[in-house]
């Protein structure tokens, strides 16, 4: 956390709420390394942010919570994640709204996402309401990204399979980019994870 924070917060939101229908199961319940994909993404969150992690729980939410230790943060229900993406970072967002001044977003499906990587994102933020400081991988600019408060109210209109992506071409918001390319590697398939799998063994 930077000392920014001493005048507001930084929540890690990590999205959980997908029904995950190409991997044929629920993946956040999947295991890599022998850690499920969603305790993954939460010890990741923790160990960037602290107590300041929010969980967006949706389809089979009892077994995705089961899948994870306790969080030491706020758990959210998105009730419409059937809707896609968009749906669970509006309610992450307006989950926090009130006590946040930024949240990092956060997918369970990026396993190799690392706890120094958010805090670099936290770190490099200058705390502007108008800057988003997102991720560089593959030739594109994406998720991990944190997002000011400044666009709170984009985020909680958000709805569908779209996610923040408009927001980092949005004229109104500055961009900051930190490269890392493994954010480029997600689970969507049993073979993503296998590929994943053997890479990190190999």
């Not at 071409?169 to 890392?180: A, P, W, Y």
Request: hydrophobic share 45%; proline share 4%; charged share 20%.
């Amino acid at each position: 956390m930077t000392d920014r924070d001493s005048t507001g917060r930084i929540f890690a939101t990590v999205l959980a709420a997908g029904a995950g229908t190409r991997f044929g199961a629920t993946k956040q319940v999947a295991e890599l390394g022998g850690v499920t994909l969603v305790q993954r993404a939460m010890d990741t969150a923790t160990q960037a942010c602290g107590p300041n992690v929010l969980l967006v729980l949706g389809h089979d939410w009892k077994a995705v919570n089961a899948a994870c230790d306790p969080p030491q943060g706020f758990i959210a229900y998105n009730d419409r994640y059937r809707d896609g993406l968009g749906s669970s970072i509006a309610s992450a967002t307006r989950a926090v709204q009130h006590v946040a001044r930024a949240i990092v977003v956060l997918l369970a499906d990026q396993p190799l996402v690392s706890a120094p990587h958010i805090r670099s994102l936290c770190n490099a933020w200058s705390g502007k309401a108008d800057e988003i400081v997102a991720t560089e991988y593959a030739g594109t600019v994406g998720v991990p990204a944190l997002f000011p408060s400044g666009c709170f109210a984009d985020l909680m209109r958000l709805r569908g399979d779209r996610g923040a992506r408009q927001l980092l071409s949005d004229e109104r918001f500055r961009l900051r980019r930190i490269l890392f390319e493994p954010a480029a590697l997600d689970v969507d398939t049993p073979d993503d994870l296998r590929r994943i799998s053997h890479s990190a063994h190999s």
